[in-house]
């Protein structure tokens, strides 16, 4: 493999360990709501409640899960969900990278 692609290869590695360290998995959401109290500004046409933040995924079974996200954490789910998000572009081209190599090594292995 040329030193480019493993230099490539081991800063791609090394930012896969640092996203996945902060990685949430999921897609966010923001939904505004109407409480109970009678006489509430969110009865009427004005503002509603919100927003409330949350995070849904497919789980284990297949269905749609998820869950409301507090505002004390809404800032550190929001970078893990980005974080999530870009450690699927890293791993694709990880296994672009894989895939050269080992392409490589065949032609390599053939040719001899």
Known sequence: MSKK?????????REIQHLADKAIFGTL??????????G??????????GPHL???YRGDEGKTTGYYVPKAA????REGVA?????QQHLRKLAELNQA????????????
Do not use: M
């Open 54 to 56: 949350h995070v849904s």
């Open 83 to 87: 974080a999530w998000q870009r450690l």
């Open 40 to 49: 509430c500004h969110c009865q009427g046409p004005g503002p509603k409640h």
């Open 101 to 112: 190599r080992t392409l490589r090594q065949a032609r390599e292995e053939r040719s001899r």
């Open 5 to 13: 692609l493993t230099d490539r290869r081991r800063n791609l590695l």
């Open 74 to 77: 809404e800032q550190t789910v």
């Open 29 to 38: 959401s923001e939904s505004y709501r109407t409480c109970g109290r009678a």
